[in-house]
């Protein structure tokens, strides 16, 4: 009996004591919600859609500087990171909205809340000229995690944190992490995949017109949504398929469709938008970019079962139709993109899917859709993407986007 109350005693006495030090030593991630007023200056910009040139900037600018702050503050070692999540217009000017996420033990949380809060009324009170923040106007608060998580969903070109993976090329290329591309989808006829989508709103996903000139009945498609080609997060079922009035398969012009849903998608952290770009964005040659699907590992290869990726730079217009190259046959409603080396490229069932292009806040715009090329990854022939720039009003008469 002796002994048993011994061991009782000294069971009661360790999980006291891992307790107290889960309390006061182990690190817990916290979410919090700032919500500030800039003056004189109007925003209507939701993270759920892609957003002005002059906004981008400014949040840009905003994260900069508080990210700076909290890394030089006594809670650096606490602080994970911040993001603005909307600019929306108020009486007197907008409204900014920030998410910021720090990870600390749970006996510092009352000790932690008004630290970070008197850091973020220093930042506003010493931008007080260059973004007319109104420092009186802070207001802070937890959240849960849950929350933090819908707010994030529902953006568009939010990837799932800490989910790049380094590595190259869909032929013979390296797999990509669960929630690295979560807006890209595999488009099955008759239960196998077929060409690669988009999602850009909850019931639209743009892809390739090629992909359904031959195989046009709606009702033989479904949607699946995820990294594993056939075990999906989620599969939906295909209401409509609209094609570009003037498709043709001769020069693969206008290569470009929508897809509309038979229900909504539900946003989750594995699947989300990427961002529509406006119609005045401008690629650079060189600017990076990702292509991602479930394509051939190599010309007539066989098909992967995890999404691949690979990165690629833009190729001018002009270098992809040179005579050594593709002879001419780029329109200014193609972009090009790869290497001229042929070290990366798309390959076959890669087609509607997404060229993915990041802006200065690592936001996604959907740039190309994999349309056409000669052979995967050959020397002076790179890989041709509809320029979805050309195409921005097209989407937007047929969706409202």
């Given at each position: ?169 869909i032929v013979n290329g390296k797999k990509a992490a669960g929630g690295a591309w979560p807006w890209q989808a595999s488009m099955?006829?008759k239960g196998q995949h077929y060409c690669g989508a988009s999602l850009i709103s909850s019931r639209w996903l743009l892809s ?126 193609m972009l090009c993109a790869g290497f001229m080396s042929g070290e990366a490229d798309a390959c076959q069932n890669d087609s ?50």
């Amino acid at each position: 009996m002796t002994i048993l109350i011994f061991l009782g005693t000294m069971a009661i006495l360790g999980i006291t004591i891992g307790l107290l030090v889960h309390f006061l030593a182990v690190g817990k991630i916290y979410y919090y919600q700032g919500n500030f007023h800039i003056s004189g200056v109007t925003y209507n910009d939701s993270c759920e859609k892609a957003v002005s040139e002059a906004s981008t900037n400014l949040s840009k600018d905003i994260e900069t500087k508080i990210s700076t702050a909290f890394q030089n503050s006594r809670v650096y070692k606490e602080y994970i990171n911040s993001q603005v999540m909307k600019l929306l217009p108020n009486p007197s000017g907008s409204s900014v909205q920030l998410q910021l996420t720090f990870k600390f033990p749970p006996a510092k949380k009352n000790s932690m809340k008004p630290e970070i809060e008197a850091i973020l009324h220093q930042i506003l009170k010493d931008n007080m000229a260059s973004w007319n923040a109104v420092p009186t106007s802070l207001k802070f608060i937890e959240i849960s995690e849950a929350h933090a998580e819908m707010l994030t969903n529902n953006c568009c070109g939010r990837q799932l944190a800490n989910s790049i993976t380094s590595g190259n090329r869909i032929v013979n290329g390296k797999k990509a992490a669960g929630g690295a591309w979560p807006w890209q989808a595999s488009m099955q006829w008759k239960g196998q995949h077929y060409c690669g989508a988009s999602l850009i709103s909850s019931r639209w996903l743009l892809s390739a017109a090629h992909c359904f000139a031959k195989k046009n009945n709606s009702e033989d498609w479904t949607v699946n949504f995820g990294t594993v080609v056939n075990k999906p997060y989620m599969t939906r079922k295909v209401q409509n398929i609209i094609f570009h009035e003037n498709y043709s398969k001769a020069g693969v012009h206008d290569d470009i469709a929508l897809v509309q849903l038979a229900e909504e998608v539900s946003f989750t952290k594995y699947v989300r938008t990427i961002c529509l770009p406006e119609a005045k964005m401008n690629l650079s040659e060189n600017d990076s970019v990702v292509v991602t699907g479930w394509g051939t590992l190599y010309m007539n290869g066989p098909l992967p079962v995890i999404l691949r990726q690979a990165f690629l730079k833009i190729i001018d217009n002009k270098v992809c139709n040179a005579p050594h190259a593709l002879s001419g046959l780029v329109t200014d409603t193609m972009l090009c993109a790869g290497f001229m080396s042929g070290e990366a490229d798309a390959c076959q069932n890669d087609s509607g899917g997404p060229l993915a292009y990041p802006n200065s806040r690592n936001i996604w715009h959907l740039v190309g859709i994999v349309s056409w090329g000669e052979g995967c990854g050959k020397k002076n022939k790179p890989g041709v993407y509809t320029r979805v720039t050309a195409y921005r009003d097209w989407i937007t008469s047929k969706t409202g986007l």
